[in-house]
């Protein structure tokens, strides 16, 4: 099972917005709603931002938001924060039972 | 509190077996699928392997499986993972993590929770 492709790494300013994009195939993101975002800090365990495309867990900020289209997901985070500063994974369920993830996009907040 | 603390995690010789065990505090296992994911250092995550509620089905990245157990005792709250014929592509922090549906089935396929993790180092 191939990885989900991101960028490796995206950049903004306070206050700006950016999205990260997660491309899978139509077995495993682009067949199902199972796609979920993670945030890692350095030496933390990942954190669920973003769950089933869309949805926010209870605790997470409203300035975190996510979409799919076709074959491609999307996290996009408005209002940066110093503290977004971060690694940020997807991941999708797929056709094979199994899970896969992205290879992992480094947030930069300038 | 609820909580999933890894255990286990060693330095140990290629080819050599290890078990690493996750204990869950706060909430009742039983009631959760649950996975582990690993983490080489300076690399990504890689989901290994995952176990439904009652333990009856498990699931296997391919590049693990015959190799990795999953397993789980719910009257320990305990979850484990056994290594066999570790190799230095094993060497990774192994995390484990509950599924987000808290009523046994179906697998959801996210992770809600996760243990700090257990650094596993397999040289000679």
């Known amino acids: 099972q191939s990885a989900l492709t991101q960028p490796a790494s995206v950049s903004g300013s306070p206050g700006q917005s950016i999205s990260i994009a997660c491309t899978g195939t139509?077995?495993?993101?682009?067949?199902?709603?199972?796609v979920s975002w993670y945030q890692q800090h350095p030496g933390k365990a990942p954190k669920l931002m973003i769950y089933?495309?869309?949805h926010r867990p209870s605790g997470v900020s409203d300035r975190f938001s996510g979409s799919k289209s076709v074959n491609t997901a999307s996290l996009t985070i408005s209002g940066l924060q110093a503290d977004d500063e971060a690694d940020y994974y997807c991941?999708?369920?797929?056709?094979?039972?199994?899970?896969?993830f992205g290879g992992g996009t480094k947030l930069t907040v300038l | 509190q609820v909580q999933l603390v890894e255990s286990g995690g060693s330095v140990v010789q290629p080819a050599r077996s290890l078990r690493l065990s996750c204990a869950a505090s706060?909430?009742?296992?039983?009631?959760?699928?649950m996975y582990w994911v690993r983490q080489a250092p300076g690399k990504g995550l890689e989901w290994v392997a995952g176990?439904?509620?009652?333990?009856?089905?498990?699931y296997y990245a391919d590049s693990v499986k015959g190799r990795l157990t999953i397993s789980r005792d719910n009257s320990k709250n305990t979850l484990y993972l056994q290594v066999n014929s570790l190799r230095a592509e094993d060497t990774a922090i192994y995390y484990c993590?509950?599924?987000?549906?808290?009523?046994?089935?179906?697998?959801?396929?996210?992770?809600?929770?996760w243990g700090r993790g257990t650094l596993v180092t397999v040289s000679s």
């Open positions: 991941s999708s369920y797929t056709r094979s039972s199994t899970l896969v």
């Open positions: 706060g909430f009742t296992l039983g009631n959760y699928a």
């Open positions: 176990i439904s509620f009652d333990g009856t089905t498990k």
């Open positions: 139509s077995s495993d993101a682009g067949g199902y709603n199972s």
């Open positions: 993590a509950r599924d987000g549906n808290w009523n046994y089935y179906p697998m959801f396929w996210y992770f809600d929770l």
């Open positions: 089933e495309v869309s």
